[in-house]
């Protein structure tokens, strides 16, 4: 209340007035600040960036909305978060120095909806895969289930390697800008304003065409195509398998590109809206380029070596690395007493002994059944990034009455 109250400078509402008279699409407010871009410590999402619907009939009411938003996004920086997140990496407000951007949203309309045909997420580091998704990309932030698949090779995507995975593993829902809310309050959680839409109902919108392929039940298969029987799932076959639109060569590209003007590893944020017309003039829209870190600490250990006896955890699906010698403590949830009905109440435990350690100032190990940070509770344990952040390794462990796949780093 204290930020909404405050006052913009005259000459910043002249620009934004100047600004409205260009615009012909919904926006979103964002932060750009020194510590989200810094290259030695960069930290992105944590900060709040706000949709804005398009008012073409009130011009003040937009521009209402738009400073709300812009007040808004400077409050986030003492949300309970955010200070967390600067805790942990040893940052302090004061050092904050932040800009606003104002970017319209790639999309449509499709009555009241406005939202891309899909949005993603890649890294110039081949650890992790380019992440894809149907709609807005506040599904990819929030850890909702994306396509992952490689730009060197789009033909070979995990979760559609099987009929039972693909069915699994692929997105459900999506999230579109609800354009009949004129009335902008804002809230701590910054997608109070955009609408969750089941991949099924965008049917009658047009948008599957290219992304989507159906199900089958009678046949048990999975086809490249739209037909008005059968499961909707998102597979993007014809982009990665048909060339309908070239992705993983313009991810190649850019990924490339960016990286060496850089001069570090990026990860960026993309949007793309298919045309569904005869012309086909697909559009890619590159939304924010930022640095990430790279470690190439090396170890002399041969780990295979290691006896049996003298490992404390073991897997197979290790991601991410990095060299820690100030470890001593493990928080780990039981098996013999986990229940999954009390996941959220688990999460708030553990809110409160990673409070302890990191007054203490003692990292940790943190051990658990299911997927850390999962918004479905049933399949895991709810945490956000300050209820854990202290920890310095995730293991995610399986229980033989509760088999669950792991989230491959997908919430964090």
Request: aromatic residues 12%; contains cysteine.
């Amino acid at each position: 209340d204290v930020f909404l109250k405050a006052y913009l400078p005259q000459r910043v509402i002249d620009n934004l007035n100047v600004f409205l008279d260009v615009i012909t699409s919904p926006l979103a407010v964002r932060s750009s600040s020194l510590l989200e871009d810094s290259h030695y410590q960069p930290f992105a999402g944590i900060y709040s960036t706000y949709m804005i619907p398009y008012d073409e009939n009130d011009k003040e009411n937009m521009l209402s909305m738009i400073i709300k938003a812009i007040k808004a996004v400077y409050a986030s920086v003492f949300y309970k978060e955010s200070k967390a997140y600067m805790t942990a990496t040893k940052n302090v407000i004061d050092e904050e120095k932040m800009a606003i951007v104002l970017q319209e949203v790639c999309g449509s309309y499709y009555g009241t909806r406005f939202y891309p045909s899909f949005s993603g997420v890649a890294r110039s580091l081949n650890f992790y895969p380019i992440k894809v998704a149907m709609g807005l990309g506040k599904y990819i932030v929030d850890g909702g289930v994306t396509l992952r698949f490689s730009p060197y090779y789009p033909h070979n995507v995990l979760q559609t390697s099987t009929l039972d995975f693909a069915l699994r593993e692929t997105q459900t829902v999506f999230y579109a800008i609800d354009s009949s809310q004129k009335d902008f309050v804002p809230k701590v959680d910054d997608s109070f304003n955009l609408t969750k839409i089941r991949v099924q109902d965008a049917i009658e919108d047009g948008t599957l065409q290219y992304i989507a392929s159906t199900f089958n039940p009678y046949d048990q298969a999975i086809y490249d195509n739209i037909v008005e029987e059968g499961r909707k799932v998102i597979t993007f076959a014809n982009v990665l398998h048909h060339d309908v639109f070239p992705l993983a060569e313009i991810m190649k590209n850019v990924l490339k590109i960016s990286q060496e003007e850089m001069g570090r590893p990026i990860e960026i944020e993309f949007a793309v809206q298919l045309d569904y017309s005869a012309k086909k003039e697909h559009l890619f829209y590159l939304l924010q380029i930022r640095p990430i870190v790279d470690s190439r600490e090396m170890i002399q250990e041969d780990i295979g070596s290691i006896e049996v006896e003298n490992t404390l955890i073991s897997c197979q699906n290790a991601m991410g690395h990095g060299i820690k010698d100030d470890i001593y403590d493990i928080i780990y949830v039981k098996p013999e007493a986990f229940n999954a009905s009390k996941n959220r109440l688990i999460a708030y435990d553990i809110e409160k002994l990673n409070k302890k350690m990191t007054a203490e100032e003692r990292p940790y190990i943190l051990i658990g059944p299911g997927r850390w940070g999962s918004s479905d509770e049933w399949l895991g344990i709810p945490v956000n990034w300050s209820y854990i952040s202290n920890a310095k390794v995730i293991v995610e462990s399986g229980l033989d009455k509760y088999r669950i796949d792991p989230s491959q780093g997908t919430h964090f």
